[in-house]
């Protein structure tokens, strides 16, 4: 499945909660990632990603264990992702280290997330700070199929829209490019 997803800058942070506080409950967690590569940097070279999350909410603790290919949409950046939840966070590490991957990054974010069904499709709304980066972002999110990528983001720019975010609010800069950057 294809991680049909955009990414905006948010002007107007609690305007945006407020309408997705209509729309459904949301789910308060703090993310801890950790970005892997190979010591030779090809997996960030090749646009995949291989990353451990770590989530804590109200709903207890839990890691997932996630593999992103290269981009499918060049526009969006939309990835295959690939992910499953890992009992032991410890020993994932310790796995991830035993087969020589190295790690990239590591940081946190602060998410308010919602999933909600709009235009035929399961949705998920997450509001995004990150305490090393200036300002709150919005992801929006659907699975897809690889021919069905383009009108699954057609139907997430038309949530943007319906929350008030414009095209020039869109940005494909990575949370792990801007933390990376503000620890130069």
Same mark, same amino acid.
């Given at each position: 499945m294809i991680e049909? =997803? /955009? @990414? !905006? &800058? +948010?002007?107007?942070? =609690? #305007? +945006?909660?407020?309408? $997705?506080d209509e729309l459904a409950t949301a789910r308060v967690e703090v993310y801890r990632d950790t970005y892997y590569d190979r010591p %030779?940097?090809? $997996?960030? @070279? #090749?646009?995949?990603e291989l990353r451990l999350r770590t989530v804590h909410g109200a709903d207890g603790t839990r890691t997932v264990l996630t593999y992103k290919?290269? !981009? +499918? %949409?060049? %526009?969006s950046g939309s990835k295959p992702e690939h992910e499953t939840v890992v009992e032991d966070a410890d020993q994932a590490h310790a796995i991830l280290r035993g087969l020589g991957h190295v790690e990239l990054i #590591?940081? =946190? @974010? &602060?998410?308010r997330n919602y999933d909600f069904t709009a235009h035929g499709r399961r949705m998920l709304a *997450? /509001? +995004? &700070?990150v305490p090393e980066i200036d300002g *709150?972002? /919005? =992801?929006v999110e659907t699975l897809a199929d690889e021919d069905d990528v383009t009108a699954a983001l057609d139907d997430v720019r038309a949530v943007l829209t319906e929350l008030g975010i414009s095209a020039g609010d869109l940005t494909r800069e990575t949370y792990t490019g801007a933390v990376a950057a503000q620890r130069r």
């Open positions: 049909a =997803e /955009l @990414k !905006a &800058r +948010v002007h107007a942070p =609690e #305007a +945006v909660m407020r309408q $997705l %030779d940097g090809s $997996l960030e @070279k #090749a646009g995949e290919g290269a !981009a +499918v %949409d060049a %526009d #590591a940081f =946190e @974010k &602060r998410c *997450t /509001l +995004v &700070r *709150t972002f /919005l =992801e």
